[in-house]
């Protein structure tokens, strides 16, 4: 079962996320802002983390860096309500940027597709 | 400025005149007085005494608006020189002659126009030289030549330096009402600049408060459904719910998120780095997106596209400019049986020209005034959001370009756009696009577009 981190100060975008990925059947926890998320990081061990752009403290991109040196394996998603509506945009360093108010179906597609690189990758490996 | 003689205190200097004229009449009168023997001479008086009064009087004035002061004038001197012959002949040439050529050397003089001085010069030569072969004393003629030449030259300086104060007046007013005309006019672009940028702004912040909870309201409902559906037995109100209640509030919900999405546009930073493109290219791109406004009855587009050079800019705001353009022009013609969009484009010496015409509905000048702020419309609810004119306003502005609008109501709008060769310097968006606001550049109206 994949683990996945939400990141998001909303907490009701976080629970609708929480629901949405555990009906999918994901492993998932929620983290109201980035240092929380870092915290959580070595205990939870998430294969893909999920963060929203703009929140207080740290923004979405300096915590997916931060993730990305502490936990170079985990893939990175970064939902943000700024970008242009509808673009799935790589935000630097091969992240992929999805938008909100973000469509259930194409929103698990993307993550469903970068866990799957995930478990190619690491299939090669083993 | 004024041709005539100066109006100010028109009518007392021409009293003057009369009555100066009148007190040397009756010196003449007194000069020539007992010499009535003469043959003619109190018909010669008579004559002159009322063509003169007619000349400074009523009488010329009529004779100068219909001929022009030229004519005027060189009738009055003409009559002035005919009369100082004849006052002259009949009193010996003395000191009523002498005060006559005065007097109307003064009146000529009072006319502030270069020709006046010709004037003068003919009629104090010609008195002169008459003077002299009809027997007048050559140190008398002396005497009298200096005296009526410098009151001559003293009164028609004074005119002369008269006018160019009022002729400097006159300019200096002239610039300033001009100087107050362009402030005003910088004034109302200024404000109306920052009407659109602080709605623009406006607009970014709410469209990023509202795409939070519309992003779990959406997704919650959609769950909803979901489950619902999956559910096999159903009651009735809950299958209603599933099949019809829940599918429409889906649908207003992504009804929201297309106008936020276009908000969100309006306001959105473009990060593309200045490429140089060739202009025609992207208008047939926006042409071919906008084809589908075109299909109505009998529309034409006309397609009108000079040779170009390649300009420097955003190739995809440049696109989504004429797109707006044309969609508009589009709409403007709907139901018009000889309705027609002409495209034409043209190089010039320091960028490219572009218009979009159309012979529509044409606007008001209420209209016309509001024409790119955000969110004014003149569609139906639902058909626009008014943002199209205001991307086309920030494009252009971004780009360093001008944008005139030509309209009339049932005559059609013309859009005539400037574009530089190169752009001053295309903003840079910075990372927090709240606060800044920057017009961007996609698909606008995909919704009019698509549907």
């Known amino acids: 079962m994949s683990r996945i981190l939400v990141v998001d100060d909303d907490p009701l975008v976080g629970k609708a996320l929480f629901r949405l990925l555990r009906r999918e059947g994901f492993d998932v926890r929620v983290a109201p802002d980035g240092a929380t998320a870092l915290a959580l990081l070595d205990d939870f061990a998430p294969d893909l983390v999920l963060s929203d752009q703009r929140m207080p403290g740290m923004t979405g991109a300096e915590l997916l860096a931060q993730v990305g040196r502490r936990l170079p394996r985990a893939r990175r998603v970064l939902l943000s309500g700024d970008a242009v509506p509808g673009a799935v945009a790589e935000y630097g360093g091969g992240v992929p940027l999805v938008t909100k108010p973000w469509e259930d179906g194409p929103l698990l597609a993307i993550l469903r597709g970068a866990l799957a690189a995930l478990e190619r990758r690491e299939g090669d490996v083993s | ?451």
Not at chain 2, 333 to 342: C, D, E, F, L, Q
Not at chain 2, 419 to 424: D, F, G, M, S, T
């Open chain 2, 1 to 451: 400025m004024t041709q005539g003689r100066p109006a100010a205190g028109e009518r007392g200097s021409r009293a003057i005149i009369h009555a100066a004229f009148g007190v040397i009449d009756l010196l003449i009168l007194v000069e020539v007085w007992g010499l009535w023997q003469r043959p003619g001479t109190a018909a010669l008086l008579a004559l002159n005494f009322a063509l003169t009064a007619w000349v400074n009087g009523p009488g010329l004035d009529r004779l100068s608006s219909r001929l022009g002061v030229e004519v005027g004038e060189a009738a009055r001197v003409a009559w002035y020189l005919c009369s100082i012959l004849v006052v002259g002949h009949l009193t010996g040439w003395g000191v009523a002659s002498e005060a006559y050529l005065l007097l109307e050397l003064v009146v000529v003089g009072m006319l502030p126009t270069p020709s006046a001085s010709w004037r003068g010069v003919v009629l104090w030569g010609g008195a002169g030289l008459v003077a002299l072969l009809d027997g007048g004393s050559p140190l008398g003629l002396l005497l009298m030549g200096a005296g009526t030449a410098s009151a001559f030259f003293v009164v028609h300086r004074q005119s002369r330096i008269i006018l160019r104060m009022l002729d400097e007046a006159m300019s200096g007013r002239a610039e300033l009402e001009r100087a107050h005309h362009e402030l005003k006019s910088v004034h109302a672009t200024a404000m109306r600049q920052e009407k659109l940028a602080a709605l623009g702004m406006l607009a970014a912040g709410v469209a990023h408060e509202i795409n939070n909870p519309m992003s779990f309201v959406g997704s919650n409902v959609s769950a909803l459904q979901r489950d619902l559906k999956a559910m096999p037995d159903l009651s009735a109100s809950l299958r209603e719910w599933a099949d019809e209640i829940l599918p429409e509030t889906l649908d207003g919900i992504r009804r929201v998120n297309a106008i936020v999405a276009d908000l969100r546009r309006f306001a959105r930073n473009d990060r593309a780095e200045p490429e140089p493109f060739d202009l025609n290219e992207e208008l047939e791109a926006a042409i071919r997106i906008a084809q589908s406004q075109m299909k109505c009855a009998n529309c034409t587009l006309v397609r009108d596209l000079g040779n170009l050079p390649r300009i420097l800019g955003r190739p995809r705001q440049i696109s989504q400019l004429f797109l707006n353009l044309l969609v508009n022009a589009a709409q403007a013609i709907r139901g018009n049986p000889s309705g027609t969009v002409t495209v034409s484009t043209r190089a010039e010496v320091d960028g490219v020209r572009v218009s979009v015409r159309d012979n529509g509905i044409g606007m008001d000048a209420a209209t016309r005034a509001r024409l790119f702020e955000p969110f004014f419309t003149t569609k139906p609810v639902g058909e626009g959001t008014g943002l199209g004119l205001a991307v086309v306003h920030g494009v252009v502005a971004d780009h360093g370009g001008r944008i005139e609008v030509e309209s009339a109501p049932g005559r059609g709008t013309c859009f005539d756009v400037w574009l530089p060769r190169e752009p001053p310097e295309l903003p840079v968006p910075e990372d927090r696009p709240t606060g800044t606001w920057r017009l961007d550049a996609i698909a606008l109206q995909r919704r009019t577009a698509e549907g």
